[in-house]
């Protein structure tokens, strides 16, 4: 098996206090990784650390391939109110390919056309971000991610909130990608989604709790044990 990141005894947090203890774990190549665990746990901080955002103060993070992976942060009072329009903002997508002079070429527009569509916002796209419901402004933050082009999407709980629609559409856009050879990492609290993916990472007080297909990771007896609530027979 091929691995897109390989984290060996990665220690990581914020101002001075690690969230991740010696963490060690494998994301294959080519499939969607859900990542589960608490609130708390240190899913967002390693999605963090794999994107580069969270320096490692100890511990090693090697990627397969040298290219700046794609990350969707979580909606949050910030990203709410940049003010930027949604066609802007999924075109900041394209920024980190953009030559000297900055300026987008016809492939980068067409790219952003088509992210749009595909998350189903093109008709949406010349209002402002702080003007959308949250849902839309959700999939505004994805397309920026997919319009990136990365060979590693990372995402923090984009289903989080959306509409049962909502929700398939970003399903079937994330199973595009690994169709298409990428690798998608996805935090998320929705364990029957958890359950649909290729690789599980089970964290707990920031270290993995369990790792490998969900159906052998994300037992009753684990769901028991980490989130400590009784499974209903
Ligand atoms: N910016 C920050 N500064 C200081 N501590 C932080 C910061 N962000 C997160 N933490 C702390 O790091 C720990 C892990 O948080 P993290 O956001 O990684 O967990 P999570 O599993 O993504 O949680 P949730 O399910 O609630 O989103 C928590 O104890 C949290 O309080």
């Known amino acids: 098996m091929r691995h897109q990141v ?11 206090r690690d969230v991740l203890k ?19 746990s240190g899913k967002s901080t390693l999605l963090g650390v794999m994107a580069g955002v969270i320096r490692v103060t100890s ?8 290219k700046r992976p794609a990350f969707v ?25 953009l030559g000297l002079w900055r300026r987008l070429s016809r492939e980068d527009r067409a790219v952003v056309e088509e992210c749009m569509d595909r998350l189903d916002i093109a008709s949406l796209a010349d209002r402002q971000l702080g ?31 959306l509409d049962a629609t909502a929700q ?14 990428g690798t998608v990492v996805q935090a998320t609290h929705d364990l029957e989604a958890a359950r649909s993916a290729g690789h599980l990472l089970l964290l707990q007080g920031g270290a993995v709790r369990g790792e490998g297909p969900p159906a052998e990771v994300l037992t009753g007896e684990a769901v028991e044990r980490v989130w400590q609530i009784p499974v209903r027979v």
């Open 6 to 16: 390989r984290l060996d005894e990665v220690s990581a947090g914020y101002a001075g």
């Open 22 to 40: 010696q963490l060690g774990a494998r994301i294959p190549a080519f499939t969607t990784t859900a990542v589960v665990g608490p609130n708390g």
């Open 59 to 66: 511990g090693s993070v090697r990627h397969r391939t040298g």
């Open 73 to 97: 942060v979580q909606r949050s009072a910030a990203t709410d109110a940049l003010p930027l329009t949604v066609r802007e903002a999924v075109a900041m997508g394209r920024w980190g390919r």
């Open 131 to 161: 003007e959308l419901s949250g849902g839309q402004r959700q999939r505004a933050l994805v397309a920026q991610g997919l319009a990136q082009e990365a060979d590693l999407l990372l995402l923090d709980e984009p289903t989080t909130g």
């Open 168 to 181: 398939r559409l970003i399903a079937d856009v994330l199973a595009e990608v690994t169709a298409r050879g």
